[in-house]
């Protein structure tokens, strides 16, 4: 009788959870739909055209980073091929309006938008999704985070397509669940919250930007460590199974996209048929991809296809290969895995190699241009800047914070040497750049510059590779003592490769391909 009256009463709950969630989504539904004829009205779209919402989730919009450039070319290109679609973009970016940053885009990537039909909707719980919110279990709380801020983003509007563009996958349960999977989704992946590379990392006990050196050095933690990672690792691929298309901005991404998509963990999965982690389950494969526009062959591996972000090398391309000074620049944001210190001891130990580069004709300066986006950005320049001092070459080092798309072009001009230390570097928009300015690269052997950016062309290479900062001083060495007639021919080898591949009418192409036929 007992067992009886439980399972009732368990069935009555689950019956009143479906009734308030159909309320509370039918309610979201029309609040969306008289949002959706505001800002319609507003545009001063005429309400008979009853225009389709493309929706991209972007918290950082105004960033200023090569991830920006992406969103603000596939905008202006939606723009320019579906005028009747309003691109609704939502960001946390609080505290800048419409029109300025409209002006910011134009100023930092030279990219015009028409206001008409480009909508923000404004999220204040930014916050969530940032690393000093979640000093302990970081991509958990920010996973988390960003769920809470696709809850807050949905329930102001819903729009027919809905793209992340900025890496926040668990953003897709949300919509999934708010639209009770009706509209399609797709996502445009720059680098995986978590790969198989961060796993191994932790399993050989390896010290890096994701593992830290107490971690590395305990056993009992590392060991922790490795199941926080599979528990993350399996509800990730959960998410990415979700959206309705995939775009990669690499081979490398594409590559570790897709072994995500096919990851299986059988303890995992046993793990998730056991109370209470069946309910999580529950949640990260209800409301699956509809079965009508937006499905797929069951029979079909899903996959990610590669579309090369954006690189506007026109400009670039014009400026000459000769006369440049002994500038080397580094474009990069400000944040930790872009690893700055590395560059700074390269630079140093470059000095240290050979003195001579200290003073006179030969003199050599490090050019650091980046974006800040917030008080951790800022700080980290600091400590920077505190850094140089301690390897005493803070005569030889300048940082150039939030430089405006002039301000890139005139030092990419300038420079001889283009430094990106990043590991496993996605793709490297800046590395594009410097290539097609004519800027020799010196990068991580790793990721995009690896793999696609700086490769050999007609078996003549493009650039150089380096893995730890003496290997980049001798490879800057190389660079800085070149004859004209060598480095002339290596930055033609550059500009013709960077010009040819990742040429911006490349991304339209792809991008259009990518979400055709999702909506009309």
């Not at 992946?189 to 961060?198: E, K, R």
């Not at 299986?264 to 389950?281: E, I, K, Q």
């Not at 005569?395 to 001009?413: C, R, T």
Request: include cysteine; charged fraction near 20%.
């Amino acid at each position: 009788m007992a067992s009886a009256i439980a399972l009732l009463c368990l069935l009555l709950t689950g019956l009143l959870g479906i009734i308030v969630f159909t309320a509370y989504t039918n309610t979201l539904a029309k609040r969306s739909a008289q949002a959706r004829q505001a800002i319609v009205k507003n545009l001063g779209i005429p309400t008979t055209l009853n225009p389709q919402f493309i929706g991209f989730f972007h918290p950082y919009c105004n960033a200023g980073g090569g991830g920006e450039r992406v969103l603000w070319t596939a905008i202006a290109a939606t723009q320019r091929a579906h005028p009747n679609r309003v691109s609704l973009v939502y960001t946390g970016d609080v505290d800048a309006t419409k029109e300025q940053i409209i002006a910011q885009v134009e100023a930092r990537f030279d990219i015009s938008l028409d206001p008409k039909s480009l909508h923000f909707v404004f999220l204040k719980k930014r916050r969530l999704v940032e690393d000093a919110a979640w000093p302990r279990f970081t991509l958990l709380g920010q996973s988390l985070g960003s769920m809470i801020l696709a809850w807050e983003a949905l329930a102001q509007v819903i729009p027919d397509l809905y793209i992340d563009s900025m890496g926040y996958a668990f953003t897709f349960h949300v919509v999934a669940w708010i639209t009770k999977g009706s509209i399609p989704m797709g996502a445009y992946v720059h680098y995986p919250t978590i790969s198989t590379d961060m796993l191994a990392r932790v399993k050989a006990r390896k010290v890096g930007h994701t593992n830290r050196g107490d971690v590395a050095g305990s056993l009992v933690l590392s060991y922790g460590k490795m199941w926080y990672y599979r528990f993350l690792m399996y509800h990730y691929s959960l998410a990415l199974s979700r959206p309705s298309f995939i775009m990669a901005n690499s081979s490398w991404t594409k590559n570790h996209v897709d072994a995500i998509l096919s990851h299986s963990d059988p303890v995992m999965n046993a793990m998730h048929f056991l109370n209470p982690l069946f309910t999580l389950r529950l949640f990260a494969t209800t409301f699956k991809r509809s079965k009508e526009l937006h499905a797929e062959p069951t029979s079909k591996k899903r996959e990610a296809k590669i579309v090369y972000p954006p690189c506007d090398t026109h400009e670039m391309a014009q400026f000459p290969l000769d006369e440049r000074e002994r500038i080397i620049l580094s474009i990069a944001q400000f944040r930790p895995e872009k690893d700055h210190p590395t560059q700074l001891r390269a630079f140093a130990q470059l000095l240290a190699d050979h003195p001579t580069y200290t003073f006179g004709s030969s003199s050599v300066k490090l050019f650091l241009l980046g974006g800040a986006r917030n008080a951790d950005d800022h700080a980290r320049v600091e400590s920077l800047r505190n850094l140089a001092e301690q390897l005493k070459i803070t005569d030889h080092v300048q940082f150039i914070v939030n430089a405006s798309y002039p301000e890139m072009l005139g030092w990419l001009a300038m420079a001889s040497i283009g430094l990106s230390t990043m590991v496993d570097e996605h793709f490297g928009i800046n590395v594009v750049e410097f290539m097609a300015a004519g800027v020799i690269p010196v990068t991580h052997a790793s990721g995009g510059p690896l793999h696609d950016i700086v490769v050999p062309l007609d078996g003549e290479a493009t650039g150089f590779h380096a893995r730890d900062p003496q290997s980049f001083a001798d490879a800057m060495h190389t660079v800085l003592s070149m004859s004209k007639s060598e480095e002339l021919a290596m930055r033609t080898r550059a500009r013709t490769w960077a010009v040819s591949a990742f040429a911006e009418e490349r991304f339209v192409e792809g991008w259009e391909a990518a979400w055709k036929g999702w909506v009309h």
